[in-house]
């Protein structure tokens, strides 16, 4: 339920004259000690506002203060590398591709808001990563997202699936954003917690980095973009920074903001038209903890003080109190530091842009940031209390009891087919299960070719853009996780999910050099959830550390689960690459008939945590498949290599659900069948269905084996071929054990999620 600040009084002075009224910093998340402390901070009682201001910047959500401690190995670790131009504690993470040109991205998650209402819970979690690529100075260019829902036969799926695939297509082609990838899950830990983590990726010119910090004493603070409503507050306080409880959530609904996507693009619009013209000093998004979190965030970074007349902001709804105001999550604003010398023409350009743009303040060098609302104060406190100097806490951690009786319930025990027919009849089984089965009905409401710069999307490993024209120079972005196999071993599962988002770009082409990762665990108050996230953050410091990649920034949410029962411990991972030449990029298919056929890497019998185990028996133990991120590195550089020579007509990673898969996918998006022939010796079943990490479905062009070959075995690696396309083959044909026509693939595999939850 949103809290509700019935506080009588509202101003320093008259605040301190009641110092026996009690205040409601318990019902607004606040522990008494932080209450406490806050009071000590002060020298005296807060206000209402500054109560609601420091409840809200000290939140799980705003203060990572049980995550901190943790996070702090991802700087430690991180290796150095010149492409980094903005990390860790950015609005975004920046990278440089060239002399010239920059890119920004990052992924954040918006979960709690889009089961309370998921539409808009999803719509306002694109629309504010957008931002954070703004704020940064880059032009958006596309956006990714990765979704997680529950058993989706359930009524509740058929709720918020919907609405999130609406509310993410459509924030994201109204604003005229390509959607490039991303991922659609489905298990029954999500139920009543789905997750939305919304990735979006911009680029600019290097010189046109910029900075939240309110420097220059005397520039101006110019809120600029969409009135400020009621939509939103006490969100990040209360919505997402607690659990669900298990009897429903409909008080919580006024805690969901309202995007506005056309607004959204004047603002994108705008700002670049400021940045480009050297009008703006500093800049901010206003997205969760609204003014609050602006405020105080570019106030703490810049000289340290400002000074706010609160009744000068453009309201859209009548009898706010100063305290609304400032905890407002209203969508599409901006907050600007200007000299004022250029004041007047930054608001005729707003005006031009049909945006609201208005002077509330002033930079000071007071080191305080003051807030009074018609001539009384209602804030008056060193904003970096609010931004830096909240609460860290040291968790109490503990590995769940559970874990060692998992470890030995291994999948690789459970009966398994072991007739042709039987064996034929799992990929069909596996084609049809809700995670493997055509996510048409999902993309297709997403426009991915707007700007006409995508040159790879979905259902491809990485989604590619081209940066510039002329040179052809690219990105690839792929968004990964593994829930299962983060249950099983956070620190694995979490380096199983880097591997793959980092062999996903790997496998278009290009050469990963950087990774943003959203880390979704359930109560930190519970000692089994603070491992495993331990072991999920250093799992991927230790891995991007190896990988030689920094982490440039991400997010972590907390709370999601429904009374006692988390989810899987959820670390998603974004991985970005630069391609030299997207013209060289290499697609998802089988190529051109009479190609060949390989796997790069080696099959072994590793079960557990895989789709078959839980498709075939809703099984979940044993360990995850090894991970060998020296193996990745190798093989990412040999995939580059043959891209760039034209060596491969077609690839795609092994993952979820094996070759079996991955064969079924390449016949899916071609118009050519496979004559496979398994090596000799081999376990059917476990080579069609095995998920041993570190391998690559490759398509050679003819006359280029020799020279594959060649370079895997220079480098180590393993290629083992397996066959040919064929146009006169229809679907799936694996000698000495049976066919699949494409019809009967076509069929299971196109089952249909829409009609699955009544779309």
Known sequence: MTAQLNVVVDTVGVAEATPDEKQPWAELGLKEDEYDRIRELLGRRPTQSELAMYSIMWSEHCSYKSSRV???QFSQKNPKTPRLLAGIGENAGVIAIDENIAVTFKVESHNHPSYVEPKQGAATGVGGIIRDIIAMGARPIAVMDSLRFGDIDHPDTARVLPGVVDGVGHYGNCVGLPNIGGETVFDPCYQGNPLVNALSVGVMPRSRLQSMEASGV?????????????DGIGGVSVLASATFSEDGDEDSRPSVQVGDPFEEKLLIECCLELFDSGLVVGVQDLGGAGLTCALSETAAAGDGGMHVDLELVPLRAAGMEPHDILASESQERMLLIVDPANVENVLARAHRWGLLATAIGTVTDTGRLVVDYHGQS?????????????PVYERPIAEPNDLALIAVDRAETLSRPSTDAEIRQTVLDMAASPNLCDKTWVTEQYDSSVFGNTVLGAPHDAGVVRLDERTGVGIAISLDGNGRFARLDPYTGAQLSLAEAYRNVATTGATPIAVTDCLNFGSPEDPNVMWQFERAVTGIADGCQQLGIPVTGGNVSFYNQTGREAIHPTPVIGVLGVIEDVNRRVPLGLGSTGDTIALIGETREELSGSEWAWVTHRHLGGVP???????????????????EHEQLAAAHDLSEGGLAQALVEGIMHSGLGAQILLPEGADPFTYLFSESTGRVLVVIPRGQELAVRGACEQRGLPITPLGVTDASTDGLHLRDHFDIPRVELEAAWKGGIGAAVGA
């Open 625 to 643: 498949p090894k991970v060998d991120l020296g193996h990745e590195m190798k093989l990412a550089e040999l995939l580059g290599r043959l891209a």
């Open 378 to 390: 209602v804030v008056d406190v060193p904003p970096a209390s609010l931004a830096d100097e909240g």
């Open 218 to 230: 005397g520039n101006v603070v110019i809120l600029l973009g969409a009135k400020t409503g009621r």
């Open 70 to 72: 943790h996070l702090r």
